[in-house]
């Protein structure tokens, strides 16, 4: 009998966000047979209470999942300590874990699949993480695939990957930089990886993600990824606290069932690769972006 992951929901002031994402999860047929972690953060100053306390009454009154855990943070630990300390003590506990961020709208089947990949891959050392987003819509793309390459948005792992997770970006990035890798790790200079690394070392950011990228790249970890996305990012609505405006990163709901067949031999997937790096080149050079803050200025759509 398959053991099923516990979900770890990470949470913080947006109800309706919170709302749709654990209604989607609901349409997921294994919701009933899965554990579910909340965790919620508490609120940075006196504005954001009042909506930090909606999502927290909210959580207490949700149903239909096996067993539920509820963790309320007493300070405001920001999503990266939040979800380094969640995830290593459920997967530490458990194996193995899905993990969701509030903003995330997943597809019927989202369960089954990260389910089914978990299994389908826990004793493969050279895969270790699990990505259920596809946001480059490159029809090109096979229904999954490998890659050295980690997306954050709807994904699982075990405990013998996460020990490979290292907290330290200056460590991260000087290994990257000695084996004249940032170039590769920028999908060939594509998108500015390196750039958000160095951004997070300078406390101008707070990602937990670009650090788990750098700590599997590194390590020439590949991912599962899919081409068919399980998962709709629905945080670009300027509500986020680490996400600005814009649709830039949307993907089609997938509403069929994406099997899981074990990929031989394991290595990255070169095309897909190109995909990404196509897709970069297309929407992350100077142009693009210049015309995207237009757009959006004279919408009066004013997010990042």
């Avoid at 990886?193 to 590194?218: D, P, V």
């Amino acid at each position: 009998m398959m053991k099923y992951a516990p979900i770890l929901l990470f949470t913080y002031n947006r109800l309706s966000h919170t709302r749709r994402c654990v209604e989607a999860l609901l349409n997921n047929s294994l919701a009933s047979e899965s554990e579910l972690f909340i965790y919620s953060d508490a609120a940075k100053d006196e504005t954001q209470q009042k909506a930090v306390e909606e999502v927290r009454q909210y959580i207490h009154t949700i149903r239909g999942f096996k067993h539920i855990t509820i963790t309320e943070r007493d300070e405001n630990w920001g999503l990266a300590l939040s979800i380094i300390d969640g995830v290593t003590t459920q997967v530490n506990r458990y194996g193995r874990v899905i993990v969701l961020e509030d903003d995330l709208v997943v597809a019927p089947h989202f369960l089954q699949f990260m389910n089914d990949a978990l299994e389908t891959y826990k004793d493969e050392p050279q895969v270790g993480h699990i990505q259920a987003c596809d946001f480059t819509q490159d029809p090109t793309l096979p229904e999954t695939f490998l890659i050295r390459w980690t997306g954050s948005w709807g994904w699982g792992t075990w405990d013998r990957a996460w020990k490979h997770f290292n907290p330290n970006g200056k460590a991260l990035l000087q290994e990257l930089i000695d084996r004249k890798l940032t170039y590769t790790f920028d999908f060939n200079g594509k998108y500015g990886y390196t750039r958000m690394l160095r951004r997070q070392i300078e406390g101008k950011n707070n990602s937990w993600a670009i650090r788990w990228n750098a700590s599997l790249f590194l390590k020439g970890i590949l991912s599962l990824n899919v081409g068919r996305s399980l998962v709709q990012n629905e945080g670009f609505d300027g509500s986020g606290t680490n996400c600005g405006g814009g649709r830039l990163y949307a993907s089609q709901l997938h509403m069929d069932v994406l099997p899981v067949q074990k990929i031989n031999p394991i290595e990255e997937n070169k095309e897909a690769r190109q995909a990404f790096v196509r897709y970069y080149a297309r929407t992350n050079s100077f142009w693009a972006k210049a015309i995207r803050r237009i757009k959006r200025t004279l919408k009066g759509d004013f997010g990042a």
